[in-house]
């Protein structure tokens, strides 16, 4: 399956989104698999990192923020449309949109806390 999402990276992994419907964690030292969280479509939204969290959106309309470190769910948005863009971090707050062309913003410590 092809990845159309880019990589997001930390000191020590690589996260991408695939079309095989999973986010894939690789660990830099090593190359192999730290990871794998699935989700019911495909990831075209680039990953990003941030405060131990990886921020992402699905196809199906999803956002997901996973711990970095274990690929373990803290929270889900259910948006309704395709997210195919990355979500934006800045000033506390995280952005994103679908493709219905609905901007969501979350802010404080609840999306962004480590």
């Keep these: 399956m092809p990845f159309f999402s880019s990589a997001a990276v930390s000191d020590s992994l690589l996260v991408i989104g695939g079309r095989d419907k999973l986010l894939h964690a690789i660990d830099l030292a090593t190359g ?3 990871w794998i969280f699935a989700t019911r479509a495909r990831i ?4 990003v990192i941030s ?3 990886v ?3 699905n196809d199906a309309g999803k956002l997901y923020v996973l711990e970095l470190k274990s690929g373990r769910v803290l929270w ?3 948006t309704g449309a395709a997210i195919i863009a990355a979500p934006a ?7 994103f949109g679908n493709v219905n062309g609905d901007l969501f913003c979350f802010g404080g410590e609840e999306a962004l806390k480590p």
Excluded at 44 to 47: A, F, G, N
């Design 32 to 34: 192999k698999t730290k």
């Design 55 to 57: 921020y992402f959106g």
């Design 44 to 47: 075209d939204s680039s990953p």
């Design 51 to 53: 405060g131990g969290r």
């Design 76 to 78: 889900q948005y259910d």
């Design 89 to 95: 971090i800045g000033r506390n707050h995280l952005v």
